[in-house]
């Protein structure tokens, strides 16, 4: 059998997609992986055929029009046979012996009848240019190497969130609660995140840096150049999971807390592009967004805006450069953009 299958997004991906098919392959015929062409205007769909002649039952190859990350994305869950579903973006990679060692977990869990909605790993920022790498780890949040709730959950610090890098999903659980993304649109990888958390009851962690996160490109989405152009599409990707779900009625205490902080950050990095943009009409964008928030869901905006992210986000003059910085920090410690 498929124990995962990787979707892997690709548009103009010709001069780096073979590292991260690569890295896959070691995992054999225990996946499976879908390469996903949108619309490239290179050699992205060439290359991609080129390796499924070659490994004909682990690869497989769909060409369709532009619809962005997202719809890829779509298309890949589609399409996917494998137990479990993870998306590797075409620049990233993964980690060979992590992959060996997830694999092996989930076959003694099949072997035993076994299942889980979420299986959670490290990610690392492989930013070009620093020797450091920094992990993203949460052994100080979950347990580690056994099947847990949200009920056993510890506390996250801000810079822990899980994010699409550090998280594989069982297939069917995505496709029974109908995510789908929205096309044409960056950062959905939140949604993609965030939607389908009322519906993990089960979940598996393993401290394994397997996720490797490349940061470096300057067209890439979290360029903070470009998510400052971007912010419309920030700020749609905000107001989608505010209108996702009324808090009140996640009954889980914990995931409850987890997903208003999780909104936070969102409404955090939103509201400091809006700054850093240092454009009037983005300011108003921010109120607006943060009144919307407060029609939507008055009680969660009540706990964000007072509770998580503290009294001084509402005072006026001098403490809005400290919000500046402050948010800025954040969001650097979130999305890792310079």
């Known amino acids: 059998m498929k124990y995962i299958s990787f979707a892997i997004p690709c548009y103009n991906s010709q001069e780096y997609m073979s590292h991260a098919i690569e890295t896959i392959l070691t995992g054999g015929e225990d996946v499976e992986i879908i390469i996903v062409n949108d619309g490239s205007k290179d050699n992205t769909s060439k290359i991609g055929h080129e390796y499924a002649e070659k490994y004909p039952d682990i690869i497989r190859v769909i060409d369709k029009e532009n619809g962005g990350h997202g719809d890829a994305v779509n298309y890949g869950l589609a399409n996917a046979e494998g137990k479990y579903f993870k998306v590797v973006d075409s620049d990233d990679w993964v980690n060979t012996e992590s992959?060996?060692?997830?694999?092996?977990?989930l076959k003694k869990m099949e072997e035993h009848g076994e299942e889980v909605d979420m299986l959670i790993a490290n990610y690392v920022y492989e930013k070009e240019g620093v020797s450091h790498k920094k992990v993203i780890h949460y052994r100080n949040v979950l347990p580690q190497n056994q099947i847990f709730k949200w009920s056993d959950v510890g506390r996250f610090h801000i810079d822990q969130y899980?994010?699409?890098?550090?998280?594989?999903?069982?297939?069917?659980?995505?496709?029974?609660?109908?995510?789908?993304?929205?096309?044409?649109?960056?950062?959905?990888?939140?949604?993609?995140?965030?939607?389908?958390?009322?519906?993990?009851?089960?979940?598996?962690?393993?401290?394994?840096?397997?996720?490797?996160?490349?940061?470096?490109?300057?067209?890439?989405?979290?360029?903070?150049?470009?998510?400052?152009?971007?912010?419309?599409?920030?700020?749609?990707?905000?107001?989608?999971?505010?209108d996702m779900y009324q808090m009140r009625q996640i009954s889980n205490k914990k995931l409850r807390a987890y997903m208003?902080?999780?909104?936070?950050?969102?409404?955090?990095?939103?509201?400091?592009?809006?700054?850093?943009?240092?454009d009037p009409e983005n300011m108003e964008k921010k109120k607006e967004l943060w009144k919307y928030l407060r029609q939507k869901d008055k009680k969660t905006f009540v706990r964000i805006r007072y509770g998580i992210?503290?009294?001084?986000?509402?005072?006026?003059?001098?403490?809005?450069?400290?919000?500046?910085?402050?948010?800025?920090?954040?969001?650097?410690?979130?999305?890792g953009f310079n």
Do not use: W
């Open 162 to 242: 899980i994010l699409m890098h550090s998280v594989i999903y069982r297939t069917d659980m995505l496709k029974l609660c109908q995510l789908t993304l929205p096309k044409h649109t960056f950062y959905v990888d939140n949604i993609y995140v965030y939607y389908p958390l009322p519906h993990v009851r089960k979940m598996y962690y393993m401290d394994e840096d397997f996720y490797r996160y490349y940061i470096g490109r300057e067209d890439q989405s979290v360029n903070e150049k470009v998510m400052i152009k971007r912010v419309d599409q920030q700020i749609f990707v905000t107001r989608t999971m505010i």
């Open 260 to 278: 208003e902080k999780y909104l936070a950050i969102m409404m955090t990095v939103s509201s400091i592009l809006c700054i850093r943009s240092k």
């Open 99 to 105: 992959l060996q060692n997830i694999l092996n977990v």
């Open 309 to 335: 992210l503290g009294q001084s986000m509402n005072l006026p003059g001098k403490s809005g450069r400290k919000i500046s910085s402050l948010a800025y920090l954040l969001a650097r410690k979130i999305i």
